[in-house]
């Protein structure tokens, strides 16, 4: 079966340090990756997307993710974390067929910087 | 440009009512999808429709929910005879016809059943 996960509930980190948000799926054949965050009562809004080629991904608001085939990884990272970067962190896989994406999320990951 | 415009932001119904919940695609964005999100979880996928078409109703309760994207107006997601599992959040998004764009996410409707 198709599943995403995020093994962490939350992630604590200082303001300035690096953050590591990670996600492991298990998809089979070649699957479209995403992140996405979501602030209180908001909706979801894109990071960032791997489809092909380089494995370093780069998205919105200093986000990358790495996406590791071998181990079936796309963990999100940011170099220097923001206090604005405090929300939750969604990362959904989709096996496209048929011209369109059905996306299947992991359960989350709150990101709490603190000053 | 607008992007996908949900309402209402809040719902409120008893049970045994009907609700509905209506969604607007980003302007050139044929392609709708409908997630339910339920407290503390991810989302899940119920529902994924073209103009006038369901093309994938996978994760749809087979009871009292049904979906719809007509021709002329919003997408709508109707949920008959609600029930408190049905209390959630409702998010729609859409996306261009490549199944490599990213969905845009509306701001959902919370639904919650007294």
């Known amino acids: 079966a198709q599943s995403v996960a995020q093994p962490e509930d939350q992630v604590n980190v200082a303001e300035g340090n690096p953050l590591t948000v990670k996600c492991t799926y298990s998809?089979?054949?070649?699957?479209?990756l995403f992140w996405y965050v979501q602030y209180p009562n908001r909706g979801l809004q894109f990071l960032l997307k791997y489809i092909t080629g380089d494995n370093l991904v780069k998205g919105s608001y200093g986000f990358e993710a790495e996406f590791n085939k071998s181990q079936t990884s796309f963990h999100l990272k940011k170099p220097s974390a923001l206090v604005s970067d405090s929300a939750l962190y969604f990362c959904?896989?989709?096996?496209?067929?048929?011209?369109?994406?059905?996306?299947?999320f992991g359960a989350g990951t709150r990101l709490a910087v603190h000053p | 440009n607008a992007g996908v415009m949900q309402n209402p932001r809040h719902l409120v119904r008893r049970r045994g009512q009907e609700a509905r919940l209506r969604c607007s695609p980003v302007k050139g964005h044929s392609h709708v999808y409908w997630y339910r999100q339920l407290p503390e979880e991810g989302l899940k996928f119920m529902v994924y429709l073209q103009k006038e078409n369901i093309i994938d109703e996978s994760g749809m309760p087979k009871e009292r929910f049904s979906a719809e994207f007509p021709k002329e107006g919003p997408s709508i997601l109707r949920i008959q005879q609600v029930v408190r599992g049905d209390s959630a959040a409702y998010f729609c998004a859409s996306s261009l016809r490549d199944s490599d764009q990213p969905q845009h996410f509306g701001d959902g409707t919370r639904l919650s059943i007294l």
């Open positions: 959904a896989v989709s096996y496209p067929s048929g011209g369109y994406n059905k996306l299947i």
């Open positions: 998809v089979s054949g070649n699957p479209y």
